[in-house]
């Protein structure tokens, strides 16, 4: 029984720190820049409450991922990390968004969420 508990305790201990360190930073900032972005797409697409709700956690999962890429020095490889990281994140939205909100998504994504130039 003894070891059957320190086996439960090493569990627990274990799993409590093994949280996402993306979501662990600046929540707060993620959240503002989630909202103004979700109201923005909002604004176009009419979204449901629910859909609202699904949208904006969706964004503030991907804003830190964008940042890491962004601190990196310049060049091709960021901005092709940054192509495919919003390609990952617009699969994820045809889940949440119906076809022809998605379809206008994608178009507005391009003015509201720019990826960016490489400077020669």
Do not use: C, H, W
């Not at 991922?65 to 901005?79: C, M, S, T, V």
């Amino acid at each position: 029984m003894k070891k059957f508990l320190i086996l439960i305790t090493l569990f627990i201990g274990f799993t409590a720190f093994s949280q996402d360190p993306y979501l662990q930073k600046d929540t707060d900032n993620y959240e503002i820049r989630a909202d103004a972005l979700t109201e923005t797409y909002n604004a176009e697409l009419s979204l449901t409450s629910k859909q609202e709700l699904l949208f904006k956690k969706k964004v503030e999962e991907f804003l830190p991922r964008y940042d890491a890429i962004r601190k990196k020095p310049e060049g091709r490889d960021k901005l092709n990390r940054i192509l495919s990281l919003g390609q990952e994140e617009s699969a994820e939205m045809r889940n949440i968004l119906t076809q022809p909100q998605f379809n206008l998504y994608v178009k507005m994504k391009e003015k509201v969420q720019p990826i960016g130039k490489v400077e020669n």
